[in-house]
């Protein structure tokens, strides 16, 4: 985990809130698919030898998914999650339709319900990530405030990230509901939260983002738990498809054969995958 990384990562938070909000002011789409693919390809050129990316794009025959597979740790620990992204609607505020997304008539398999099951099968966690600008809500130097997450020297608006399971369980869309149960992105790669999700380790952080996504919602809903959290802890070897990208490219992922990544994804529906790997050797 570096401090180089933990300054892009607020970067580019800062730099999603903005552009959202002049994309607004402009009359332009921005679409989370664009977002998505424009903080990756900074991320993976500003760290070409820790964070590698290979996406795939519609013309790439029968690859047309949404979903992202994001690893992140260091050799032996290593944190997987099916990363779906979120873009605020404005003036109202809403991620809407996100519960009900995909939901047809005679059906009650939405893409939340979809999001869940695919990455348990894979043995992944579900995580949404969340672009987004707002005007309700005070500009403050971490969103939301609580008590174990700092600030930084750049405001870590714009990106935040929740576990899918409490998403889920609070059933709502809007900002203002969503919210208090995310926990800012850059906290995957920064220090400052005073240990509150790892000591060090990167795979370690994911777990704990997600863990305290859950412990926030069933705090909002007045229950218990929602269950364990993270459902799939690190595990001391990446799969063999993940080690294919991080041994085989470079930061954008110019493989040699993207076959076997090819046909990994066409078979989930995903749209890429991301590794960060803050390996010394790395």
């Known amino acids: 985990m570096t401090s180089d990384l933990c300054y892009s990562f607020q970067k580019i938070a800062s730099w999603v809130w903005e552009r959202i909000e002049l994309a607004q002011t402009s009359g332009l789409a921005f679409s989370e698919e664009t977002i998505t693919e424009t903080i990756l390809l900074d991320l993976a050129t500003r760290h070409p030898t820790k964070v590698k990316i290979k996406a795939f794009n519609k013309t790439d025959e029968g690859v047309n998914g949404s979903d992202w597979e994001w690893w992140i740790g260091q050799a032996g620990s290593w944190f997987g999650m099916r990363v779906q992204a979120k873009r605020i609607k404005l003036p109202a505020e809403t991620f809407a339709p996100l519960q009900r997304y995909g939901i047809k008539k005679g059906s009650t398999i939405g893409q939340i319900d979809k999001l869940l099951s695919q990455a348990k099968n894979d043995g992944l966690n579900s995580a949404y990530c969340f672009y987004f600008v707002s005007k309700k809500w005070p500009t403050l130097r971490a969103w939301p405030v609580y008590n174990f997450i700092g600030g930084g020297p750049i405001s870590p608006q714009g990106c935040l990230v929740a576990d899918a399971t409490a998403v889920k369980a609070v059933g709502k869309d809007s900002l203002a509901a969503l919210a208090p149960i995310c926990v800012p992105w850059h906290l995957l790669v920064?220090?400052?939260?005073?240990?509150?999700?790892?000591?060090?380790?990167?795979?370690?952080?994911?777990?704990?983002?997600?863990?305290?996504?859950?412990?926030?919602?069933?705090?909002?809903?007045?229950?218990?738990?929602?269950?364990?959290?993270?459902?799939?802890?690190?595990?001391?070897?990446?799969?063999?498809?993940?080690?294919?990208?991080?041994?085989?490219?470079?930061?954008?992922?110019?493989?040699?054969d993207a076959d076997p990544l090819r046909g990994y994804a066409k078979e989930r529906g995903l749209k890429g995958f991301v590794l960060i790997d803050t390996s010394e050797s790395a």
């Not at 790892?198 to 069933?218: H, K």
């Open 190 to 256: 920064c220090h400052c939260a005073g240990g509150k999700f790892n000591s060090g380790s990167p795979a370690d952080a994911g777990g704990g983002m997600l863990r305290t996504s859950r412990q926030l919602a069933a705090s909002l809903l007045k229950v218990d738990d929602l269950g364990d959290a993270p459902d799939f802890p690190p595990r001391s070897e990446l799969p063999s498809h993940i080690n294919y990208l991080r041994e085989g490219s470079d930061g954008l992922g110019r493989l040699k």
